[in-house]
């Protein structure tokens, strides 16, 4: 089985940073591309960015130039470091990993339980 933990949200004023963290755990042979997704109230749940375990990344159109993805293959982490923020990010921020668990086995993927983001204006 496998854990997906996210931490580093909380409260900013429009403008500032935030840094959030996620970290799969348990019985990984290979994490694979790993990803950030936001969830506003009344919304759908959106891609943010993500990741390949090459280094490759991908962006949402409304958080480029503003937000970076990164990740640490050795400690299974990935990292979303947010500048100028704005109200419209305020979402609860979802880390997404797709795991192979032995090797030959089907990759799976693996949500975390989300952190909220909250940008006051």
């Known amino acids: 089985q496998v854990q997906v933990v996210e931490s580093g949200g909380g409260l900013v004023q429009a403008g500032g940073s935030l840094r959030l963290f996620c970290v799969a755990s348990g019985t990984i042979f290979r994490v694979n591309t790993m990803g950030w997704y936001r969830q506003a109230p009344g919304k759908q749940r959106e891609l943010v960015a993500t990741?390949?375990?090459?280094?490759?990344?991908n962006y949402a159109d409304s958080v480029k130039g503003r937000f970076t993805i990164s990740r640490d293959n050795a400690k299974n982490t990935v990292y979303l470091q947010m500048n100028s923020l704005k109200p419209e990010d305020t979402a609860v921020y979802y880390c997404?990993?797709?795991?192979?668990?032995?090797?030959?086995?089907?990759?799976?993927?693996?949500w975390g339980q989300g952190t909220q983001v909250t940008v006051s204006s």
């Open positions: 997404n990993a797709d795991v192979t668990e032995r090797l030959g086995f089907v990759p799976l993927e693996y």
């Open positions: 990741i390949t375990s090459a280094g490759s990344t």
